[in-house]
């Protein structure tokens, strides 16, 4: 007999490798956990082998034409629902216990708003959610009574890192980044690099954005304001540090000298696992890091020449108001046009540097004023994009 009891899930992001791990973990454990609702893309394929497996009672797509194509293939009765009113059904599903907000980008911000105002945990892998409105996400936290938990790894290490202890013996947080694949490559070749390098991620599989957000540091940058706002800590006290092995997922120091690291072998479900089970653990039956065959694991501070992404979002965490949003979004277009093969690699960090001195905040925060800059970064950032400005 399972000592947890059996809790109830809705999915956003569904058929991204957090969603895919996460319904792993689900397999592992079906008395723990029941699948209430999926939210993905356009991936029906994935989506319908996820329907049948477990059973949700509500799905929901990008468009009706996606929902069109699903309903031809689906064999189950299931209710399926589309767009930014389909996304927020799924968050806030009348009998789900938490939701694990794995949608990429901008797009899982409100889905999340939803499902913290209706009462939901929260099992956070969508940083942008904080990134672009981390203040009042945590406040919407508070006054909903629900909890925030954290699932990307280096999150969920200070997490458990920052367990037991109080937060006025903090010192700082030491976050740490695998380097992405360009560590050791000259800088001078950097403006040379195309897509097909930079998917090439020497330790995590993980979804194209967040993999050439890996390779530019930004990743890191964001981890950076998403500690920020998740732990009251200010930037300075949020020191990136990289560690090729991945085996340190993060630390945190207190201030009689004493530092605390959670360690592990890279793979998500240790993280996904703990926040869908906290404040227990679940027998994932994981491998532990075999130090005798490791030997040795490095650290190095990061190049910011090599990589001003990491600059750029501490900067823009310092700022704070909009800032971050008009960070992630100008980042957002400049990845995928990136992809697109339209600029190149150093031309993420310029547009995204020209955005940030462009931009004019308001001063009072409201979740209309981020929605805005939002858009506005994305638009003047396609257009210089399209003007080669």
Known sequence: MSEYKQKKLSILGSTGSIGQNTLAVVEQFP??????????????????????????KCICVLDEKTAIQLKKIVQRPVDIVYGPSGYTQVASYSTTDIVVSAIVGAAGLMPTIAAIRSGKDIALANKETLVMAGDIVMHEIKEHNVRLLPVDSEHSAIFQCLEGHRQQDLSHILLTASGGPFRNRGFSTFESIQPIDALKHPTWSMGKKITIDSATLMNKGLEVIEAHFLFHVHADDIRVIVHPQSIVHSMVAYHDGSIIAQ??????????????SYPGRLPLNQPTPDFFDIQSLNFYPPDLEKFPCLSLAYEACK?????????????????????????????????????LTHHTSENSIHLENIINADKWARNVVKQWIRTNA
Request: aromatic fraction near 10%.
């Open 319 to 355: 700022q704070g108001k909009t800032y971050p949003a008009v960070l992630n979004a100008a980042n957002e277009i400049a990845v995928a046009a990136f992809l697109d093969h339209r600029i190149g690699f150093m031309d993420i960090p310029r547009y995204i540097e020209k955005a």
């Open 263 to 276: 360690l592990g072998i890279p793979d998500m479900k240790g993280a996904i696992a703990y926040a869908l």
């Open 31 to 56: 008395e723990n956990y029941q699948i209430e609702a999926l939210a993905a893309g356009t991936n029906i394929e994935l989506l319908n082998r996820q329907i049948q497996q477990f059973s949700p």
